[in-house]
């Protein structure tokens, strides 16, 4: 069974950071690449970053590109998102979530396990 657990969201300023993590349980879960979404009210869910586990390969939406960045650890079964330099337009919350497939992809559709979604908050 899969089970992807977030943490590290919160309150922070403008022009401050924050690290999220992300705890992903399952046999074969490094097989899987790893996105991370995220959710205003009213709004579609829009994809922010993924990964594959080793690393190799790594894509950003343009919104957070030289911003944010993803990263994996196998050993730890853990998936992160640093994100630097926050706005307050990255108030949302962000989701974690596994691919249904072995490619990277930017489509929500194309991921089958998610997280609960943590909090992200940025003051002006």
């Known amino acids: 069974q899969v089970q992807l657990v977030e943490s590290g969201g919160g309150l922070v300023q403008a022009g401050g950071s924050l690290r999220l993590s992300c705890a992903v349980s399952g046999r074969t879960f490094s097989s899987y690449p790893m996105g991370w979404f995220r959710q205003t009210p009213g709004k579609e869910r829009e994809f922010v970053a993924g990964?594959?586990?080793?690393?190799?390969?790594?894509a950003y939406a343009d919104s957070v590109k030289g911003r944010f960045t993803i990263s994996a650890d196998v050993a730890k079964k853990t998936v992160y998102l640093q994100m630097n330099s926050l706005k307050p337009e990255d108030t949302a919350v962000y989701y974690c979530?596994?691919?249904?497939?072995?490619?990277?992809?930017?489509?929500?559709?194309?991921?089958?396990?998610w997280g609960q979604g943590t909090q992200v908050t940025v003051s002006s």
């Open positions: 979530a596994r691919r249904q497939g072995y490619d990277l992809s930017l489509a929500r559709n194309d991921y089958n396990y």
């Open positions: 990964i594959h586990w080793s690393g190799s390969s790594t």
